[in-house]
């Protein structure tokens, strides 16, 4: 909603609006300005909001779906909750280390408490780094050669292979057909040739229906829970969704 | 609309935006559920664009709604209804929440602007729920706007000709705590509503992590103090206004407020064990739907007349139905959610010690619960009691305060204890070093007020009759308890702070505050608190005494016939006035206030009885506050001289007035401005703290910015406070009647008759309420003929008894109440006899104890047990290496403290 390069020009004219309204609302009432009037200034600037948002309301349940920067889901895969867990364990050592300065915790008790919570955000630490060089290597967890980023990402990865696989066939179909026609000029049979030109083109068309259903479903599966969860994420979509 | 109908186009305009905003509501309810479920953003985004069309179009029927308030438009009924035009401008835009119908008008219009301001700031950050949280809101706002379309339209006209004048705003209501007080317990009434909505949006899309619980709580504590302040401005009402000499009768208007409080102050206790702990996902969220189910089942006992109270709505049946029917949806949804989504709320619950902080805040969140279900009970139990028998049983302020007084103390203790405990577990060693101060100045408190005030020592009934301890002297060591474990929390905090930053302890204490904003804000929240039981610990000492004087007189003297004594301080009847303006006559009587010769104050207790309110006198207080410090040392106990004329007649000049001296009252007032200066602190944003974090580097620099930071909330606290004196100015001293106002008509002086003559007597009175119809007050308070005659009833049946043993006393007093009883039925008694009236909360709360004390066990027993295999593991684990110690020592340096 806040993408929008004009809002500001919008939002200018809508107070020039509201502050044109208001004024003549003053002359009207001779510049004499009492309960009445500021309450019919109020009802003026609510009829102003009301016709913008609910032109608003209208214009955005007929726009295209715009699925950019503004993906569905921020990533709380299983690096997210080790992210999460550190954030608290650090706090607990803080937090257990001002307790005993403030008298709270014994040294003991304080040295037993932030041992336990220092191990656990080191091996949170380690899991967190071994995210990070799975992501280098492309590799999920299991070690399964993976796409560093989100599901939607492998996708469109997936799609882009395919049209270029579809594009190659393309430009495979035209060279076919092309020696065909220099074949046919040549008075050589062609129909053999025409055929599989036929055939290729065929194949490319399903490619790409295949392709358009791929998209839409991976709009969908990207926003699904599991998909999300158990996917390694990509720590640039963490940082800029949280 | 020719011209025999009256034609309001105001009217028609305002139900037009009333029914596109139905229409809008809708389509973002359907379009937010719809575009979520489907992961649609044009459709979610289109919700969003609504929900802030929908506030447009309900500003514009509330500004419409009010210009015709203030343009006198009687052909609409409810304009009609409730103002009339000789009304100040000020009372005609109150009205607007005046009655019932624009009530349910007002309270879409705070819901509205709240949930503007709520989605503006939240819809990217909760982008995967928002369409969720913008369908809940509307699913409430289609609510309301559906019975204020279907049943109670305010911008319904006359069919036939509107009357030239209105019928006036109810005269209770025209006062200045009316112009704030409602808006601010609605405010908090509808914040409550933000947090469910975020509840809900979380439970439908399963994003079921803390991200959500930060939003909220944030939410919730400005629900929080929201209730706070309007129950205080509402106690104000009551003290200035219904002339009884205090601030809370446990009302059941005043319970719908009070309910909700209990559950939300739970919830930002137990959200903080979610945070730091990650453990009671399900409990927080169940009281996140608890807090918001008495928000609305608060309105629904207001407003459908199911409970019987001085200030609701009357009763409406149709009204009631449709409430109880949303209370329904909302229990079922929410239950619903909360059961579906159990495998992913499912957490492990471990404790590793009952001295941990953990521990006490679950404790604190059984106490508030039990305070919860106790006012609750109570509230409804002559409805509960009715419905079940048929006999209708009155709940009065004694019953409340037996049972609210122990779980009262065992809250402020809590307050005080829980900051000393450190989160998992404290031992014993370090209890001691914790607990020695707070506990010392308790005990030394304790010592000084038994020895050197002997009045604490009092013995006062707790729970039951039977069991008496001097409450007094509990509380003022409790309160000590709570005072001393804050200020050793501030001192060695700051300390510790100054050691790390080498501050001097000031700016150590400033900064200490704002980086840890939420804790020490929290702790100020204690200490105000703390404060406050001061002004309840104040109300065991009140004394009310009635005097009826035949004549004024302009040279009145200490001692005359036109003076009497009451405490220090001796009253001199001077002047009686009878004044009239376009809506009322007013009656003041003109009184001097002297103190060992010496006059201080000259005061004017009025009764005023507005044109269009059938006889109704509204009583206009004269209250004197003395709490300086010379003023303790002129008089033997500082506190509020309250005086009100409680009869009159005009002819003979003869009044009756009504002294009630009310020590400490004035720390209820302080109370609540400290907390909600720590409120205000805990609501400071992190950018404004991070803003003082980086400019300017010198430590005198960061010390004045916190100064100012904390200067400017003292400021908006202390803003708050000015509403205190915020009264129209007064004319020769006295509080609230311009000198020169007269008084007259025919009166009584009931107040002053058939007082008790011992205290059995005043005991009994004190429990058989009044059935005049007054505040349900007691027979003793109230100043009508009945309770004059009832008082003289009393008399005659304990005359012959013999009470000079305490088996004596009790018989005589058994045997009163059993004679107004049987007479007038159990409805006459303030605390019923049923037994269910006890065993119930009883076994509620003991059974909350039960629950917690066996479920705590084993939580701990677990807790213990992975403690140690923890230990274990880090015992038996090889060294760790020193680039991960460095990395984690690195991240640690970089986490704020």
């Known amino acids: 909603m806040s993408d929008d390069p004009v809002r500001w020009i919008r939002r200018a004219l809508i107070a020039v609006l509201v502050a044109i309204g208001w004024a003549f609302i003053a002359w009207q009432n001779k510049l004499h300005i009492t309960a009445p009037v500021a309450f019919v200034c109020l009802g003026y600037l609510a009829v102003v909001l009301t016709i913008v948002n609910l032109w608003r309301t209208g214009a955005a349940a007929m726009a295209p779906e715009h699925e950019g920067v503004e993906a569905w889901s921020r990533p709380i895969g299983a690096r997210g909750e080790l992210e999460k867990e550190k954030k608290t364990l650090l706090k607990a050592i803080k937090e257990a280390e001002f307790d005993h300065q403030m008298g709270k915790l014994s040294k003991a008790d304080a040295d037993a408490m932030i041992l336990t919570y220092r191990a656990r955000a080191i091996e949170v630490i380690k899991e967190l780094e071994r995210f990070e060089e799975l992501d280098m290597k492309n590799v999920d967890p299991a070690g399964r050669p993976l796409a560093k980023d989100s599901v ?91 | 609309m020719n011209g025999e109908t009256p034609f309001s186009p105001i009217a028609l305009v305002g139900t037009i935006a009333l029914l596109t905003a139905f229409v809008a509501a809708a389509w ?19 919700a969003v664009y609504g929900l802030y069309g929908f506030g447009a179009l309900i500003a514009l029927a509330s500004s419409l709604m009010i210009y015709a308030f203030v343009t006198h438009d009687f052909s609409v009924k409810y304009v009609a209804e409730t103002s009339d035009v000789t009304m100040d401008t000020w009372y005609k835009v109150t009205a607007f929440w ?57 911008f319904a006209t006359f069919l036939t000709n509107p009357p030239v004048d209105g019928k006036g705003l109810n005269p209770a209501l025209q006062n200045y705590w009316m112009v704030i007080h409602p808006p601010s317990l609605y405010t908090g009434f509808v914040a409550a509503t933000i947090p469910f909505a975020f509840g809900i949006g979380a439970l439908a899309s399963g994003r079921l992590d803390d991200m959500w619980l930060g939003s909220v709580r944030v939410w919730m504590l400005i629900c929080f103090g929201f209730l706070s302040l309007g129950l205080i401005l509402g106690g104000r009402w009551a003290y200035e206004m219904l002339g009884w000499g205090g601030y809370w009768a446990w009302d059941p208007v005043e319970n719908a407020g009070f309910i909700p409080w209990f559950t939300a102050t739970a919830f930002l206790h137990s959200a903080i064990i979610q945070e730091q702990r990650g453990m009671m996902k399900t409990w927080n969220l169940l009281l996140v739907v608890i807090t918001f189910f008495f928000t609305i089942f608060g309105t629904f006992m207001t407003r459908s007349g199911i409970v019987k109270s001085v200030h609701a709505f009357g009763e409406d049946n149709v009204l009631a139905l449709q409430f109880v029917a949303f209370l329904a949806v909302i ?108 506990s010392a100045f308790a005990a030394i408190t304790i010592a000084g007020l038994a020895i050197g005030v002997p009045q604490t020592r009092h013995l006062s009934p707790l729970l039951a009759d039977g069991l008496r301890l001097p409450v007094s002297l509990i509380n003022f060591g409790m309160v000590a308890f709570v005072v001393g474990s804050i200020a050793q929390e501030f ?84 002047n009686l006035f009878h004044t009239s303006d376009d809506h009322k006559d007013a009656f003041t009587a003109q009184v001097s206030i002297w103190i060992d010769g010496k006059k201080i104050e000259t005061v004017y207790p009025a009764k005023w009885d507005f044109h269009k309110n059938d006889g109704q006198l509204i009583s ?46 004035s720390w209820v007032w302080i109370g609540f401005l400290i907390l909600a200066f720590g409120t205000l602190v805990c609501l400071v944003p992190q950018a404004v703290v991070d803003r003082l974090q980086w400019k300017p580097q010198t430590r005198i620099g960061r010390a004045a910015d916190a100064g100012l930071m904390l200067a400017i909330i003292a400021g908006v606290t202390l803003g708050i406070a000015s509403q205190a004196h915020a009264a129209p100015p007064p004319g020769g001293g006295g509080e609230h009647v311009p000198a020169g106002m007269g008084m007259g008509a025919a009166g009584g002086g009931y107040a002053a008759q058939n007082r008790p003559a011992n205290d059995t007597e005043s005991h009994a009175m004190k429990e058989l309420l009044c059935p005049c119809g007054c505040a349900r007050q007691s027979i003793l308070e109230c100043d009508c003929a009945t309770a004059a005659k009832l008082r003289a009833k009393v008399q005659a049946i304990m005359s012959g008894a013999k009470l000079d043993s305490d088996e004596g006393r009790q018989a005589a007093y058994d045997n009163v109440l059993g004679v107004f009883r049987s007479e007038y039925g159990e409805d006459v008694l303030a605390t019923p006899r049923s ?31 992975d403690a140690a295999a923890a230990v274990a593991a880090t015992a038996g684990a090889p060294a760790v290496d020193d680039k991960y110690a460095d990395k984690l020592d690195d991240e640690l340096a970089e986490t704020d403290d």
């Open chain 1, 152 to 242: 939607r990402d492998q996708i469109a990865r997936e799609v882009k292979a395919r049209l270029e696989i579809a594009g190659a066939a393309k430009d495979a179909a035209k060279k076919t057909k092309a020696r065909a026609d220099k074949a046919s000029k040549a008075g050589k049979p062609a129909v053999k040739v025409e055929t599989a030109a036929a055939k290729v083109e065929t194949a490319v068309d399903k490619v790409e229906t295949a392709s358009d259903k791929v998209t839409t479903d991976a709009e969908v599966e990207t926003t699904d829970d599991k998909v999300t969860t158990d996917e390694p994420v990509d720590s640039k979509n963490a940082e800029a969704t949280s």
């Open chain 2, 28 to 46: 973002s309810f359907a379009a937010g559920i719809a575009g979520n479920a489907l992961k649609s953003r044009r459709l979610v985004t289109s």
């Open chain 2, 98 to 154: 005046g009655g019932l119908d624009g009530s349910l008008l007002f309270w879409v219009l705070v819901l509205a602007l709240f949930s503007t301001v709520a989605i503006a700031v939240n819809h990217k950050r909760h982008r995967d729920m928002i369409g969720y949280v913008v369908g809940t809101i509307m699913a409430v706002q289609l609510f309301f706007l559906a019975l204020l379309i279907y049943t109670k339209n305010p």
């Open chain 2, 331 to 438: 229990l079922v949804v929410s239950l619903g959610l909360i059961i579906y989504r159990q495998n992913k709320l499912a957490t492990k619950t471990e404790f590793e010690s009952f001295y941990s902080r953990e521990f006490a805040f679950l404790l604190n969140n059984w106490i508030l619960l039990a305070c919860a279900f106790f006012v609750l009970f109570a509230t409804m139990f002559p409805t509960i009691s009715e419905a079940l028998d048929g006999s209708r049983v009155s709940v009065g302020p004694e019953f409340f305060n037996k049972w609210m007084t122990p779980l009262g103390l065992l809250l402020l203790f809590l307050s005080g204890a829980a900051p000393l405990l450190a989160w998992r577990k404290t031992t014993q060693e370090r209890l001691w070093n914790q607990f020695m101060f707070p």
């Open chain 2, 491 to 574: 001192w060695r905090g700051a300390n510790v702070r100054s050691k790390q930053t080498g501050g001097d302890v000031v700016t150590s204490m400033l900064g200490l505050v704002l980086s840890k904003r939420r804790k020490y804000g929290g702790y100020i929240v204690h200490l105000g608190v703390a404060v406050l039981f001061i002004g309840f610990a104040g109300k065991a000492y009140d004394r009310m005494i009635d005097r009826t004087i035949d004549k004024p007189s302009v040279a009145a003297k200490v001692g005359d016939e036109h003076s009497w004594k009451f405490g220090d301080y001796t009253f001199t009847y001077e």
């Open chain 2, 620 to 665: 206009q207080v004269a209250i004197t506050p003395r709490y300086l410090p010379w003023h303790y040392a002129e008089t033997a106990g500082a506190g509020d001289v309250y005086l009100v004329l409680t009869g009159y007649d005009l002819d003979s000049s003869q009044a009756n007035f009504r002294v009630y001296l009310n020590p400490l009252i």
């Open chain 2, 835 to 865: 037994k269910a009236s006890w065993l119930a909360p009883t076994i509620v709360v003991i059974a909350g104890l039960g629950v917690l004390a066996i479920f705590g066990r084993r939580w701990i027993k677990s807790g213990q047990r």
